[in-house]
């Protein structure tokens, strides 16, 4: 219990952090601090592959895209800009408002918190057999909706970025090219061309 | 290889695996071809082929009795989600004849844009027959992305580039918003199938109402973001007139009937996991001041817009805030009413939105109104197409707008929404006033010299009005078509 | 048989130091290497053989300036270079040196997970950070140029990365690398070869883009950008990044060892020349650390560096297409040949 408040602490103020830090690749650190107590949490549990995949997948590729773009744009800030006067502080207002009403309701909570002992045994020791079998069991659907939903992001972010690409070259529209080798061609030098900026 | 007894009835899945099919065989051959022009037909052909699988389903579901469900009850085929998956492919469907008239003229055929339309339509099927919150999370994202680029479509526009971002940006939030609420809802029930929501909150020992309230809330204010209910409604004027015309009535039937299917299926259960007393209170409460709101909100808004298209997303606002009261009256009445509403929404925008392509530069603009000026004279056909499309959605009989407004406040007002529903009908009277202003300045206001002249009509676009403008009338004449066919149904709660 | 903290502790500790330790002669067998591969002599006055010569290298490095840039970003600038070197060495700590009890009666490693095979993976992703932010901490432009092609880079090789470990997943059927060593995953089944022999080129490939060595070493491609993400940082927070770069080196060696070829266990002919000799802890496992250490330094004196976009579609295009042929191929072998 005391381990989880430590831990429950360091990821609150980590989560304040990627808000209220001015600078992008400050908050995206932050975020990244999160991800990995999260991954601490975690083992802390004994779902132990949870925390390994939590942090290969979060904190080793999605934030260190994340990062990059932060990095290739140079994203600052900007300054002051135009607003609706208050609104600022309304959105501080509604966030304290809003964590106040979920803190109060998770303390209200009649039930007692589940021995430790029954998690880690419904987790199997954290290993990949009871997720594998969560994700091809009950979860099938969505396992494979979630490939639907990956090919219409890759589908949707190809399209905007060839359009662009395409315009870009002075290449005719809609001339039917095969669209592969050139997105990857595209690719890459959209990549190599941030990389020589 | 024999297989586990959780996967149920697969054929359920059958239209969406078809859209899916579709979409990959749409893109493949995107790729491999320079004839763009067959994408449209290919595209349509998916949505047909899976209309005409949901109708084959619909039917055995009828003759069966009962809700059939696959893969543990994570996919449902009830009355809910087989009339709304219908409704869902007509409007996909005409919206796919809409785009490819103006293909070339809108520079919308480069070979993802089908695709998307397909992936998007796929979506809003799982989103109304899912079963369970992360199947409806899902089916959300994946229409939600695929409209997200489609509405950013239009090339070195920075109006629609900004409705796509706009529109990410605020869904994205609005996600975030909704799987925090599925997972105080999990945290509260230890489920995430509606059947075992309600299941664990009708226990007696269920000690977890005040977390499972938080939770239906953020579901509900996530969900609420894509039907467009006030507050949560400010993306859409702007997401709306800016994204490319065709994608802009794709978005109001399709993204919205799906949408509002996933709506009625939540809050059906939640109101009722949450039961009676005032924690029960809070929800419909919480759900009938936003729809108060909206319906204002919608129509006043309309009322101070001097562009069409942009009048049309605040009046898409205010048709939220009537169907609003259907989920809100809740039931077997309150689904059925909203279905009837959603459908014959569904023609009357795609035909108004199809006149009004005709009417706009080619570039996407020019929709103020004093373009309309005299068109009653110079296009009796096309105003007279549009002067019965905007007395329908105002309301007036005998169209299908008058009959969906009647069942939905007859709804509210059973189910003890009566204030609701007078608010609803003194709204209704304010949105005349807007509809009625296009119909006099297509009739009564002589053009002056700068009034284009409308173009002629490609013969899908055609084709795509007459269907919606006979749907009106036809569904305004024998309402009964559509309501007794579906009050025969086995219906959302049959099955659990 | 478990351990007490203060055993693995003190295992840890002997590890850090044997590694680091390491580390320096590593310096200059990889520069004498290098000097007789290009008909140079290398280093040889400090001592005989040299064998000073990484002494005299550490003095130097920590009696330089430490120079910190005006405008960097001071907190990360510092974090980066203990970021690396802390999960550099995290990463090897998960690797067995030997069967259990085999020490001295102690177990030679100092975590033995479940997830050993993803521990490594984590950790070892974790390490781009150091480059990553030492690179934009420094406000440079060839820093930042060095930082973003490592992002990149890494991360387009971490999939055929990935993709090679899945082959050894399937066979093996755990992801804990002593039980991985036990099974070898060579004795399973002839029909496996094929996959595996592929899937441990693919490995091999990625893991030296992982490692940011020639011909992958963009990063700091002296030629072009001066040293990339190392160009602002002096004295020890530099010698703390070339100690990670090893570091990561000596880990992806042992972590292609113990997957591929047979970790900690000799060759069984050895068994019958010295009985008992194949099961000798660490040993073995230096040994083939050792192949593929002088396969890295081979390299580096044979091949010229990859051009970005080469680099880019020969990760993505070829190796990743490669090296999921391998894992579907021993996919279908499991599934319906075994």
Known sequence: MATFVVLAVVMVVGALGVVLLKQPVHAALSLVGTLLTLAVTYVTLEAHFLAAVQVIVYAGAIMVLFLFVLMLLNVQDTGPRRSLPGLRWAAYAAAVVTATAIAAVAFWDGRPAPDPAVVSLHLQGGSAGGIGDALFGELLLAFHLVGVLLLTGVVGAVALVQRRAESAHGAPKGTGLPAGRDAADGKARALASGGRR | ?496 | MAESLLTVFLKALLLAVALLGAFAYMTLIERRILGRMQHRIGPNRTGPFGLLQPIADALKSIFKQDILPARADKFVFVLAPAISITFALAAFGAIPGGPAGSLFGFDPWVVDLDIGLLYVLAATSMGVYGIFLGGWAANSKYALLGSLRSAAQIISYELGLGLSVLTIIMIAGTLNLREIVEIGVWSVSPWLWPGLAVAFVTFVISGIAEVNRTPFDLPEAEQEIVAGYLTEYSSIKWALFQMAEYVNMFTAAAFMSTLFLGGYKGPGFMNALIPGSADWPIVWLVAKMAIFMFLFIWLRATLPRLRYDQLMRFGWIYLFEVALGAALLTGAVIAFVL
């Not at chain 2, 809050?267 to 319906?295: F, H, K, Q, R």
């Not at chain 2, 009989?397 to 609701?420: E, N, S, W």
């Open chain 2, 1 to 496: 290889m024999n297989l586990p007894p959780i996967m149920g009835d697969l054929v359920v899945l059958v239209p969406v695996v078809t859209l899916v099919v579709f979409a990959a065989l749409t893109l493949l051959f995107g790729v491999f071809t320079r004839e763009r022009a067959a994408l449209g037909g290919l595209a349509l052909t998916g949505v047909i082929a899976a209309l005409v699988f949901t109708v084959f389903l619909w039917l055995q579901a009828r003759a069966g009795g009962v809700a059939v469900t696959a893969l543990g009850g994570a996919f449902r085929g009830d009355a809910l989600s087989y009339a709304f998956s219908f409704i869902i492919l007509i409007g996909a469907g005409l919206a796919v004849v809409l785009a490819d008239g103006h293909r070339v003229r809108l520079q919308l055929d480069q070979p993802e844009f089908h695709p998307l339309l397909l992936l998007a339509a796929a979506g809003g099927l799982v989103l109304v027959s899912a079963g369970d919150l992360v199947t409806l999370l899902l089916g959300l994202e994946i229409m939600s992305l695929a409209v997200y680029v489609l509405a950013a479509w239009r090339e070195r526009s920075r109006v629609s580039e900004e409705a796509g971002m706009k529109y990410f940006l605020l869904g994205a939030f609005a996600s975030a918003v909704l799987v925090y609420g599925i997972a105080l809802t999990f945290g509260a029930t230890g489920r995430f199938d509606f059947a075992g929501i309600a299941a664990a909150a009708a226990a007696p020992d269920f000690a977890a109402r005040g977390l499972l309230l938080l939770g239906a809330l953020f579901v509900l204010v996530g969900l609420a973001f894509k039907v467009a209910f006030a507050p949560f409604h400010q993306w859409l004027p702007d997401v709306y007139t800016g994204a490319p015309t065709p994608v802009t009535a794709f978005m109001s039937v399709v993204v919205k009937t799906a949408a509002f299917g996933a709506l009625l299926r939540t809050t059906g259960t939640l109101v009722d996991a949450l039961g009676v007393g005032p924690i029960g209170e809070v929800l419909p409460a919480v759900l009938a001041v936003s729809i108060g709101l909206t319906m204002v909100v919608g129509n006043f808004g309309a009322l101070l817009q001097s562009g069409v298209k942009r009048m049309l997303a605040y009046s898409a606002v205010a048709h939220a805030g009537y169907v609003g009261l259907a989920v809100l009256a809740g039931g077997d009445a309150g689904v059925q009413a909203a279905s009837y509403y959603l459908f014959t929404y569904t023609f009357a925008s795609v035909a108004a939105f199809a006149v009004l392509l005709s009417l706009m530069d080619d570039d996407d603009r020019g929709d103020r109104l004093e373009r309309l000026a005299g068109l009653g004279r110079r296009r009796p056909w096309l105003a007279a197409a549009l002067a019965v499309i905007m007395l329908s959605l105002a309301g007036f009989p005998p169209f299908a707008g008058f009959i969906g407004k009647a069942v939905v406040f007859q709804a509210a007002i059973a189910a003890g929404h009566a204030a609701l529903a007078v608010l609803g009908i003194s709204t209704a009277v304010v949105a005349v006033v807007f509809y009625a202003r296009v119909v006099m300045t297509m009739y009564l206001r002589e053009p002056d010299a700068h009034t284009p002249v409308a173009r002629p009509i490609p013969r899908r676009t055609a084709v795509v009005m007459a269907i919606g403008l006979a749907a009106t009338v036809v569904f305004g004449l024998f309402p009964g078509l559509w309501l007794d066919w579906i009050a025969r149904a086995p219906w959302w709660s049959a099955g659990f």
